[in-house]
């Protein structure tokens, strides 16, 4: 029998997801054995190939009960997919402890990560150590148009990440003197404005603006081709198995945190 890894993709059919099931192919010691989408059972799926790591890109609707189901059949999970929120990342820590009480040794683990992409983590990084020096920022997010959510998730990091740093920095709201039109404003991500681009020709881009008076810092990525999450999809696969509980963000599996 192989020693390969055997890894189940949930969301094979779509655009990452069968960038996914060939990335995993093509990868050393990893063994593509289940390729789950729309209409199958995940659960069974998951266990009945034996998967020992599943990987979930679908869609925010569904991503939490795939978590959930790919945990109960005995696997690992990375997940790609964007809508988590504090509650259902509780529950799926919740989940988890359940599992590692009863058993021996460390239980499973879940990375969540809003991004795989080196040059989006390594934005997002950077940013949150810049926001503490800056009065104002901004996020803009740059998309092709079939994606189902806004702002991204990556965003959203982002802009938490921002948030938290001005916090602690003890610095209040970026200056802001509108009154009228604030849908022109963009979300409002923890107090961070955040505003989403959908435009035919892109992929994944987000630029991150921070204002002082007389100057100005803008951290930019572009992600042009989804080969570029493939790297850090594979680490994830490689490194979930023995980092247990919950991870969110590949920059604590990349050592930036
Ligand atoms: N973390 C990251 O680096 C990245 C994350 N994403 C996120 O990944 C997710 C997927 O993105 P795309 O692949 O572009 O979307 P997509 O729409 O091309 O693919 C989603 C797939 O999920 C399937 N699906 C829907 N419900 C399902 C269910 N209940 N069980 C199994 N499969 C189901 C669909 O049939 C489809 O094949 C989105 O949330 C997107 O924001 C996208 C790119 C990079
Ligand atoms: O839907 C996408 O395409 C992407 N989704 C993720 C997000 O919402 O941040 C990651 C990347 O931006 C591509």
């Not at 094979?12 to 789950?36: D, F, I, K, N």
């Not at 509780?90 to 809003?114: K, M, S």
């Not at 921002?162 to 709201?173: E, F, P, Q, S, V």
Request: hydrophobic letters at 45%; charged letters at 20%; aromatic letters at 4%.
């Amino acid at each position: 029998m192989s020693s390969a890894t055997r890894v189940a993709v949930i969301g094979a059919a779509g655009r990452m997801g069968s960038q996914t099931c060939a990335a995993v192919e093509a990868a050393e010691g990893l063994e593509l054995v289940a390729r789950v989408d729309a209409g199958d059972d995940v659960a069974a799926a998951v266990r009945d190939s034996g998967a020992q790591v599943a990987v979930d890109f679908t869609v925010p609707a569904v991503t939490e009960a795939n978590v959930h189901a790919a945990l109960d059949a005995g696997a690992h999970v990375v997940v790609g997919t964007t809508g988590w929120d504090d509650d259902s990342r509780g529950r799926v820590t919740e989940h988890l402890e359940r599992l590692a009480a009863g058993q021996e040794g460390d239980g499973p683990g879940v990375l969540i990560a809003p991004n795989f992409g080196l040059s989006a983590v390594l934005a997002m990084t950077f940013a949150a150590k810049a926001a503490r020096y800056f009065e104002s920022a901004e996020v803009v997010e740059l998309h092709h148009p079939n994606k189902v959510d806004a702002p991204s998730g990556t965003a959203r990091h982002t802009a938490a990440a921002i948030a938290a740093a001005r916090a602690d920095a003890g610095l209040g709201a970026s200056p802001d003197a509108t009154q009228d039109g604030w849908e022109a404003r963009g979300a409002d991500v923890d107090g961070v404005r955040v505003h989403a681009v959908r435009l035919r020709g892109l992929v994944a881009h987000e630029e991150i603006l921070f204002g002082n008076a007389g100057e100005q810092l803008t951290i930019r990525q572009d992600s042009f081709d989804r080969a570029s999450f493939m790297p850090g999809v594979l680490l994830a696969v490689r490194e979930v198995g023995s980092r247990p509980g919950l991870t969110v963000g590949l920059e604590h599996v990349l050592d930036l945190s």
